[in-house]
């Protein structure tokens, strides 16, 4: 019977259901949107609960913007301006005992800026002019001679010494570049080190990080999220291998893209997310391959919770633990706007 729903449920169907969840059940009424569902005992390395992460913050200015609702991006953006934004960075967490992290995440802040330029894309209003000031401001913490860094410390004034692959964001740096030339410089040199993290012919993938210290990609095993982010982001230039879209989609065919692999090739781990999948059809979509897109979108449909007698209706869980968490739903909404 479950299998029968999932093949009867429509697209824009699943979609609205997903997002009716998100907004009743993970959008706090400061309009932050929660990290979990459930409230786990908190952790200072991890964000739990009701922690919400500048990450979750641009993909629902990016959601907002792709399903032409102004007033989503208004509220994420509100969130953002009084929340997370301290010193001169957009603090990458907060928590309402904590207040803002001092320390923001690259790739977050470039997310939020994209949110922004689309935005002023679909609406009227002054998106244009804070995106640039957030980019003036990111260049500023964590650019420095042209290249750019993980995170900034705004307590300690300082940056880390590396590069992870999947926050070169070259897309946005290109939308930058439009306006302040300096970010075209970034584009240039980040876009180089980002293709040269690719492992082989054999497993046509992208290591996960390149330190500036040692002048070295990382060589430990590869976090398939992290490898397909930087797929994702060289296909948004056009720049993608076609070796690496063929491996992903060949390996969806043959049954599955896992959470983790070792640099041969080998899979590490069981798990599949809705994340994987997602971030697939976002690529597949990109490279216009309508038979990937579909792939890809199936398996996600996997982890979607149909059942309207669940307290996690929609949502992309673990119907069982009621695990969810806001990226995975936040990748699968984006993905579908992709149809």
């Known amino acids: 019977?479950?299998?029968?729903?999932?093949?009867?449920?429509?697209?824009?169907?699943?979609?609205?259901?997903?997002?009716?969840?998100?907004?009743?059940?993970?959008?706090?009424?400061?309009?932050?949107?929660?990290?979990?569902?459930?409230?786990?005992?908190?952790?200072?390395?991890?964000?739990?609960?009701?922690?919400?992460?500048s990450e979750s913050m641009g993909l629902?200015?990016?959601?907002?913007?792709?399903?032409?609702?102004?007033?989503?991006?208004?509220?994420?953006?509100?969130?953002?301006?009084?929340?997370?934004?301290?010193?001169?960075?957009?603090?990458?967490?907060?928590?309402?005992?904590?207040?803002?992290?001092?320390?923001?995440?690259?790739?977050?802040?470039v997310r939020i800026i994209r949110g922004l330029i689309l935005a002023d894309q679909a609406f009227e209003g002054d998106y244009l002019d804070i995106a640039l000031a957030y980019g003036d401001r990111l260049y500023e913490t964590n650019?420095?001679?042209?290249?750019?860094?993980?995170?900034?410390?705004?307590?300690?004034?300082?940056?880390n010494d590396f590069i992870t692959l999947c926050y070169i964001d070259l897309y946005t740096m290109l939308l930058l570049g439009e306006y302040d030339e300096r970010w075209t410089d970034v584009f240039e040199v980040m876009s180089g080190i980002a293709k040269g993290g690719y492992i082989s012919d054999e497993f046509p993938l992208y290591a996960s990080s390149y330190s500036y210290a040692s002048m070295r990609y990382s060589e430990g095993d590869i976090?398939?999220?992290?490898?397909?982010?930087?797929?994702?982001?060289?296909?948004?230039i056009d720049d993608c291998p076609q070796r690496t879209i063929d491996y992903l989609k060949d390996s969806i065919q043959a049954g599955g893209i896992y959470g983790a692999y070792g640099r041969d090739g080998k899979k590490k781990s069981d798990m599949e997310s809705t994340a994987i999948y997602a971030i697939c059809a976002l690529i597949a979509a990109e490279v216009e391959d309508e038979e990937m897109y579909s792939l890809c979108i199936d398996k996600m449909n996997r982890f979607q919770v149909l059942d309207n007698t669940s307290e996690v209706y929609g949502a992309f869980a673990d119907p069982v633990s009621l695990d969810l968490y806001s990226?995975?739903?936040?990748?699968?909404?984006?993905?579908?706007r992709q149809r």
């Open 327 to 336: 990226f995975d739903n936040l990748m699968a909404l984006l993905a579908y």
């Open 143 to 159: 650019v420095k001679d042209k290249y750019a860094y993980d995170m900034y410390d705004d307590q300690y004034g300082c940056t």
């Open 60 to 109: 629902l200015m990016l959601y907002g913007a792709a399903a032409s609702d102004e007033a989503l991006c208004k509220s994420s953006l509100g969130f953002i301006e009084e929340y997370l934004v301290t010193g001169t960075t957009i603090g990458y967490r907060y928590s309402d005992k904590a207040g803002a992290y001092q320390v923001n995440a690259f790739v977050d802040d």
């Open 223 to 236: 976090n398939m999220i992290e490898a397909a982010l930087t797929a994702l982001n060289l296909a948004r």
């Open 1 to 53: 019977e479950n299998e029968q729903k999932e093949i009867e449920t429509p697209t824009a169907i699943r979609e609205e259901i997903c997002f009716d969840f998100l907004r009743n059940e993970m959008i706090t009424p400061k309009g932050g949107m929660r990290t979990n569902y459930l409230d786990k005992p908190h952790k200072s390395q991890f964000a739990t609960g009701a922690e919400v992460l």
